[in-house]
């Protein structure tokens, strides 16, 4: 049977349920969210479900996070902010017995890999990009990693603000960008994580910050002729999975849309 036609409990049998929901309550503080979603972004989790009275409402994730560091770049507004009010209510609750075709559909539609499901417990579990890597590895689809439509490499340069590089990936529709001339990249968990270890900077003019600040990670150049499933292999292993071809870069979100094709 087709892999897409597949319902999801098919496809991930058991591990559908072994990736808990990471929740955060909706009259939380925005600087909460701040502080939290680094540990998960780019993980089996990725955004954080927003409740409210234990229920799920919403989700938070690097898009919110940046979107406001935009427009209200001070801490006072960051404390003062209820997460209840910046969340997106684009939550994607699935059932086990919908088709991954529909799950990857929805995901497209939304420009978002990220959806729960509720687990024996009576609570929830995640299903993100990350763990498309996992079906990729356990199907063996082999394909190459040339077959990955090509997509601009965006990039950004030392000298650079903070507030150019976030809004290149608002422009772009991307979480990464390239540092010019390397294999280095500053990423949406780079940018927040600096943001939670240093407050301080959103007294002192965050978004006029030069990119020097940031910790930035390296990709993982391979070749045009790896087949997909071991390329899976490698970004599973990758604290924030990022490979690079002569021509092109390569994310979960870009695999995941591939199957779409």
């Known amino acids: 049977m087709n892999l897409l ?46 409740t409210e009275n234990d229920k799920p409402v919403g989700i938070i994730g690097g898009i919110e996070i940046l979107e406001n560091a935009l427009k209200t770049p001070t801490y006072e507004l960051f404390n003062n902010t209820k997460i209840g009010n910046v969340m997106s209510e684009k939550l994607i609750v699935v059932d086990p017995k919908n088709k ?3 799950l990857i559909k929805r995901w497209s539609h939304t ?20 763990k498309i890597l996992e079906v990729i590895i356990s199907f063996k689809i082999n394909f190459p ?40 990249f500053v990423s949406d968990r780079i940018i927040i994580q600096t943001l939670s270890r240093n407050f301080e900077y959103l007294k002192k003019g965050f978004l006029d910050m030069k990119s020097d600040i940031f910790n930035l990670e390296r990709t993982k150049t391979v070749p045009d002729d790896l087949p997909i499933d071991v390329a899976c292999k490698i970004m599973n292993d990758m604290k924030s999975p990022y490979l690079q ?17």
């Open 245 to 261: 071809t002569m021509d092109n870069v390569i994310s979960p979100w870009d695999i995941t849309k591939c199957l779409m094709s």
């Open 111 to 130: 420009g978002r890999a990220f959806s729960i499901i509720q687990n024996q417990s009576y609570g929830y579990s995640v299903i993100s990009a990350r």
């Open 5 to 50: 036609q597949k319902t999801l409990e098919e496809v991930f049998h058991e591990s559908i349920f072994t990736t808990p929901a990471v929740s955060i309550r909706n009259d939380d503080a925005l600087t909460d969210a701040v502080i939290l979603l680094p540990h998960h972004l780019e993980t089996l989790t990725d955004s954080l479900v927003v």
């Open 145 to 184: 990693v040339s077959s990955i439509p090509k997509k601009q490499i965006i990039k950004f340069h030392k000298n650079d603000s903070v507030k150019q590089i976030i809004c290149q990936m608002f422009e772009n529709r991307t979480r990464k960008l390239i540092l010019a001339d390397t294999d280095l």
């Open 100 to 102: 991954f075709i529909d």
